[in-house]
């Protein structure tokens, strides 16, 4: 009698789990391919651990609190590694609408993730889209910061050539006219020293130093 | 006559500017393709050759036109002959067509180089869609450097009779780099001469450096491989030759009117054989190890989209058939392909259309050119290395320094000239006519950054320059060997610089060179004759891929004026001198 009872549970189950039935949904690890040499084998323990996290993914859903892990029911398991799985009502027979138990696995993707160390890739649920993580957005975008420190660089190093171009452009105008005067300058200036004005020998012309000149006749007579 | 003309501060100056000017971008995105096209190593014949036939011949009449007569293009030629006056406008008008779409590029690279710093790359993740259930549409088609170069930078419209709006962000860049090169030219000389020292020498540091890491990538041998294996029939290729001639003749920038300018600012008694040898060779160099690093980014590109390629389909079978993870590997992949074909061969059928078939030699072929390699190929290999902020900001600096190094080139063959004019320089100091000159630019330069700016560029990219340059440089050729006279010239160089000229130049001059260049100029002409209308690539967004479309007529209109704005100064040039004198003849006959 009750070896009965099981295979009809079991026949049921066996109903309301199967690949394409309604409100079935299709899983696919790659642990390889996430964890290489790490990769630990798929057994009936890691099953638990996965019909623990739907259930408790379902927990959180209002109105659906007392979901068991023996609600959630696995079947066709293969090499690859995938398998179906379905969740069904407190009563075992009817299972829970699509709708809901795709909204649960979103809101709690990560978690359920991180339990098996895989990622959206790794981890897939065929038809349960993962919400995909924005990029950050920067209230100001990074390339117009350092747009702008290059644009005034270059603003500022254009002034200073201009400056120093006009700067230069003034002096030599001034130049040439300012050495004409110095010029002048220096043929009236007369040297002042102790109050006594001193000719220099040679502004004035010639002058015979009488020092030297003392009477007409400097040659001595034969 | 004149007060001092300002001089390079030493020749070493004058050496790097030319260097600066001549390696430009066309070295690291045109000649990668050419060698990929027609045949790899044997290409470097062809490009040997013509550099010896052609290149140096041309560079020297250059450089020795414009020592000799120490003016700018149109006063150069005026001088050797006042019917030549056309000539010099014309390579001024070319200059200028050439500037207003050129910075642009340099644009581009700011907007790059800035976008640079974030982590990740902007171009290596697509934007996700409404819903962030998924990525953008356009994205998925195409790929995220794509998106990212004909969306976030171009925003494209899906052809050029869409003009749109001017976009702000690369107007930004676009004055930007409008204002730097303001700024390296503003002083003439003297601040370019400065300059050139880092546009010059800063390129070579950072290809130095991609070498290095590119030679270290996964994958860098088969595009060496693929690149260097020399395909000797393409040897008797015509158009091989007839690239080779064009590729030669573009990258040294011959007929702008800038290596005039720039070797006048040198000392009379500079050997100008000496630096033509020097500066040709150090071009031809560049390209060569610019390919070298291209070809090794390439190979590691097309290997990491090969193995990427049968990954996927490795997942797709292991995904359809339930197989263990990790059982299908790169190598058995053949033999379970076959198992599975013969052992549900139902299945099989129905995943089989999905199957890519991939092969590394269809990757390593695909080949590009222009701002879609700098753009779209390299960012795709630089997003897949390690660090690939430091690479892709490095790559960003050096295409920035190779452009603002042509662009001192063409500026100053605007210059110079209006420089050297009497009229202006007594109204305007030096400082003023440059600025002038870079708002006038940046203004037009506004246009291609509207959405259907990059049409535009492809425009004036392909047709500004190269029917125009071609006979400007032929009747420059003939003008100094025919009308000024070779033996003239000839004397005139061996009292500047007190070398006699080796019979070499003379036979290249005389003979070679012209004979070329109307060659390539007759086969441009039948090409564009034969081709019927013109086409262009444009960006489809609903399928993530170019298609090609005819020119509206206004278009090829445009085409039309461009063309003819710069050929028909020559003509016009020398009509005008014939009237002048003409009238100065009647004027004296009637008052004697």
Redesign the interface.
């Given at each position: 009698m009750l070896w009965l009872l099981f295979f009809l549970v079991t026949a049921i189950h066996a109903e309301l789990c199967q690949p394409d039935a309604e409100n079935a949904f299709k899983v696919r690890l790659s642990l390889r391919t996430a964890l290489g040499d790490k990769a630990y084998a798929w057994d009936t323990n890691e099953e638990y651990l996965f019909k623990a996290m739907v259930a408790f993914s379902m927990r959180r859903v209002p109105n659906r609190e007392a979901t068991e892990i023996s609600h959630v029911l696995l079947c066709n398991v293969t090499q690859r590694v995938s398998f179906w799985f379905v969740v069904t009502d407190p009563s075992r027979n009817h299972t829970l609408p699509a709708v809901e138990v795709q909204s649960a696995i979103r809101m709690n993707r990560n978690r359920i993730n991180n339990a098996f160390f895989l990622n959206d890739q790794t981890l897939e649920f065929l038809r349960i889209p993962s919400t995909l993580a924005p990029p950050t957005d920067p209230s100001v975008p990074i390339w117009i910061i350092i747009f702008g420190v290059v644009f005034c660089i270059v603003i500022v190093a254009t002034m200073l050539l201009i400056l120093s171009g006009i700067r230069q452009r003034r002096r030599e105008n001034k130049g040439p006219s300012e050495m004409e005067d110095t010029e002048d300058k220096w043929e009236n200036t007369i040297t002042i020293e102790n109050g006594i004005p001193c000719d220099p020998l040679d502004m004035k012309g010639g002058h015979v130093n009488d020092a030297f000149v003392t009477e007409d006749e400097r040659l001595t007579p034969l | 006559m004149d007060e001092a003309r300002p001089l390079w501060a030493t020749p070493l100056q004058f050496v790097f500017a030319c260097i600066s000017y001549a390696v430009g971008l066309g070295n690291v995105w045109r000649f990668p393709y050419l060698c990929q096209m027609y045949g790899g190593g044997s290409f470097l014949v062809p490009y040997i050759i013509m550099l010896a036939v052609e290149g140096m011949p041309l560079l020297y009449l250059e450089l020795a036109v414009g020592q000799r007569m120490r003016q700018g293009s149109i006063g150069a030629w005026r001088t050797i002959s006042p019917y030549l006056s056309g000539v010099g406008v014309a390579s001024v008008v070319v200059s200028f067509f050439l500037s207003m779409y050129y910075n642009v590029i340099n644009a581009w690279a700011?907007?790059y180089l800035?976008?640079s710093?974030?982590d990740p790359l902007p171009w290596s993740?697509c934007?996700?869609n409404g819903n962030?259930?998924?990525?953008d549409e356009e994205c998925e088609k195409a790929s995220s450097t794509q998106y990212f170069w004909y969306r976030k930078t171009l925003n494209i419209s899906p052809s050029i009779q869409e003009s749109g709006a001017v976009q702000w962000e690369p107007a930004?860049?676009l004055i930007?780099a409008w204002?730097?090169v303001?700024?390296c030219i503003?002083?003439g000389t003297e601040?370019t001469g400065k300059v050139v020292y880092f546009t010059a020498l800063l390129p070579y540091c950072v290809l130095m450096i991609y070498l290095v890491r590119g030679l270290t990538l996964h994958g860098a041998t088969n595009g060496l491989a693929y690149m260097f294996t020399p395909k000797m029939e393409q040897l008797a290729n015509p158009k091989a030759w007839i690239n080779a001639a064009t590729q030669i003749f573009f990258s040294l920038g011959l007929g702008f009117g800038s290596l005039i300018a720039f070797a006048s600012y040198n000392e009379p008694s500079n050997d100008c054989q000496k630096h033509t040898v020097i500066v040709s060779i150090i071009n031809s160099s560049t390209s060569i190890f610019a390919s070298v690093v291209t070809f090794s980014i390439y190979g590691f590109k097309a290997t990491f989209n090969y193995e990427s390629c049968l990954n996927k389909v490795i997942l797709l079978l292991?995904?359809s058939f339930?197989?263990?993870?990790?059982f299908l590997t790169v190598s058995n992949l053949e033999e379970v392909k076959s198992y599975l074909a013969s052992a549900y061969p139902s299945k099989y059928s129905e995943v089989f259309p999905q199957i890519k078939n991939c092969s590394l030699e269809s990757e390593l072929e695909t080949a590009v050119q222009g701002t879609g390699l700098a753009f779209i190929v390299y960012t795709e290999a630089i997003k897949n290395m390690e660090v690939s902020q430091l690479w892709s900001v490095l790559y960003f600096f050096m295409l920035l320094m190779l452009g603002i190094g042509s662009m001192l080139g063409n500026t100053a063959a605007i210059l110079t000239p209006l420089t050297d004019s009497k009229v202006i320089s007594s109204y305007l100091?030096k400082?003023a006519i440059s600025g002038l000159v870079c708002l006038v630019n940046c203004a037009i330069g506004l246009v291609f950054t509207m959405e259907a700016g990059n049409y535009w560029f492809d425009i004036f990219n392909d047709y500004a320059a190269t029917l125009s340059l071609l006979l400007i440089v032929l009747v420059e050729t003939v003008a100094v060997c025919y009308l000024y006279g070779l033996r003239r010239f000839e004397s005139d160089l061996k009292a500047m610089t007190g070398h006699a000229l080796n019979w070499y130049w003379k036979a290249m001059w005389g003979g070679v060179s012209p004979l070329l260049i109307i060659s390539l100029f007759v086969f441009y002409l039948s090409d564009y004759i034969i081709t019927g209308t013109l086409q262009y690539q444009a960006w489809d967004a609903s399928q993530g891929q170019l298609v090609t479309k005819d020119y509206p007529p206004y278009a090829l209109a445009i085409i039309g004026l461009l063309v003819a704005s710069s050929t028909m100064c020559i003509p016009l040039g020398a009509l005008g001198t014939f009237i002048v004198r003409h009238l100065k003849r009647g004027d004296t006959a009637s008052v004697a």
């Amino acid at each position: 009698m009750l070896w009965l009872l099981f295979f009809l549970v079991t026949a049921i189950h066996a109903e309301l789990c199967q690949p394409d039935a309604e409100n079935a949904f299709k899983v696919r690890l790659s642990l390889r391919t996430a964890l290489g040499d790490k990769a630990y084998a798929w057994d009936t323990n890691e099953e638990y651990l996965f019909k623990a996290m739907v259930a408790f993914s379902m927990r959180r859903v209002p109105n659906r609190e007392a979901t068991e892990i023996s609600h959630v029911l696995l079947c066709n398991v293969t090499q690859r590694v995938s398998f179906w799985f379905v969740v069904t009502d407190p009563s075992r027979n009817h299972t829970l609408p699509a709708v809901e138990v795709q909204s649960a696995i979103r809101m709690n993707r990560n978690r359920i993730n991180n339990a098996f160390f895989l990622n959206d890739q790794t981890l897939e649920f065929l038809r349960i889209p993962s919400t995909l993580a924005p990029p950050t957005d920067p209230s100001v975008p990074i390339w117009i910061i350092i747009f702008g420190v290059v644009f005034c660089i270059v603003i500022v190093a254009t002034m200073l050539l201009i400056l120093s171009g006009i700067r230069q452009r003034r002096r030599e105008n001034k130049g040439p006219s300012e050495m004409e005067d110095t010029e002048d300058k220096w043929e009236n200036t007369i040297t002042i020293e102790n109050g006594i004005p001193c000719d220099p020998l040679d502004m004035k012309g010639g002058h015979v130093n009488d020092a030297f000149v003392t009477e007409d006749e400097r040659l001595t007579p034969l | 006559m004149d007060e001092a003309r300002p001089l390079w501060a030493t020749p070493l100056q004058f050496v790097f500017a030319c260097i600066s000017y001549a390696v430009g971008l066309g070295n690291v995105w045109r000649f990668p393709y050419l060698c990929q096209m027609y045949g790899g190593g044997s290409f470097l014949v062809p490009y040997i050759i013509m550099l010896a036939v052609e290149g140096m011949p041309l560079l020297y009449l250059e450089l020795a036109v414009g020592q000799r007569m120490r003016q700018g293009s149109i006063g150069a030629w005026r001088t050797i002959s006042p019917y030549l006056s056309g000539v010099g406008v014309a390579s001024v008008v070319v200059s200028f067509f050439l500037s207003m779409y050129y910075n642009v590029i340099n644009a581009w690279a700011f907007w790059y180089l800035f976008h640079s710093f974030q982590d990740p790359l902007p171009w290596s993740v697509c934007p996700l869609n409404g819903n962030r259930t998924g990525y953008d549409e356009e994205c998925e088609k195409a790929s995220s450097t794509q998106y990212f170069w004909y969306r976030k930078t171009l925003n494209i419209s899906p052809s050029i009779q869409e003009s749109g709006a001017v976009q702000w962000e690369p107007a930004l860049c676009l004055i930007l780099a409008w204002l730097l090169v303001y700024l390296c030219i503003l002083r003439g000389t003297e601040s370019t001469g400065k300059v050139v020292y880092f546009t010059a020498l800063l390129p070579y540091c950072v290809l130095m450096i991609y070498l290095v890491r590119g030679l270290t990538l996964h994958g860098a041998t088969n595009g060496l491989a693929y690149m260097f294996t020399p395909k000797m029939e393409q040897l008797a290729n015509p158009k091989a030759w007839i690239n080779a001639a064009t590729q030669i003749f573009f990258s040294l920038g011959l007929g702008f009117g800038s290596l005039i300018a720039f070797a006048s600012y040198n000392e009379p008694s500079n050997d100008c054989q000496k630096h033509t040898v020097i500066v040709s060779i150090i071009n031809s160099s560049t390209s060569i190890f610019a390919s070298v690093v291209t070809f090794s980014i390439y190979g590691f590109k097309a290997t990491f989209n090969y193995e990427s390629c049968l990954n996927k389909v490795i997942l797709l079978l292991t995904n359809s058939f339930d197989l263990e993870d990790g059982f299908l590997t790169v190598s058995n992949l053949e033999e379970v392909k076959s198992y599975l074909a013969s052992a549900y061969p139902s299945k099989y059928s129905e995943v089989f259309p999905q199957i890519k078939n991939c092969s590394l030699e269809s990757e390593l072929e695909t080949a590009v050119q222009g701002t879609g390699l700098a753009f779209i190929v390299y960012t795709e290999a630089i997003k897949n290395m390690e660090v690939s902020q430091l690479w892709s900001v490095l790559y960003f600096f050096m295409l920035l320094m190779l452009g603002i190094g042509s662009m001192l080139g063409n500026t100053a063959a605007i210059l110079t000239p209006l420089t050297d004019s009497k009229v202006i320089s007594s109204y305007l100091p030096k400082e003023a006519i440059s600025g002038l000159v870079c708002l006038v630019n940046c203004a037009i330069g506004l246009v291609f950054t509207m959405e259907a700016g990059n049409y535009w560029f492809d425009i004036f990219n392909d047709y500004a320059a190269t029917l125009s340059l071609l006979l400007i440089v032929l009747v420059e050729t003939v003008a100094v060997c025919y009308l000024y006279g070779l033996r003239r010239f000839e004397s005139d160089l061996k009292a500047m610089t007190g070398h006699a000229l080796n019979w070499y130049w003379k036979a290249m001059w005389g003979g070679v060179s012209p004979l070329l260049i109307i060659s390539l100029f007759v086969f441009y002409l039948s090409d564009y004759i034969i081709t019927g209308t013109l086409q262009y690539q444009a960006w489809d967004a609903s399928q993530g891929q170019l298609v090609t479309k005819d020119y509206p007529p206004y278009a090829l209109a445009i085409i039309g004026l461009l063309v003819a704005s710069s050929t028909m100064c020559i003509p016009l040039g020398a009509l005008g001198t014939f009237i002048v004198r003409h009238l100065k003849r009647g004027d004296t006959a009637s008052v004697a």
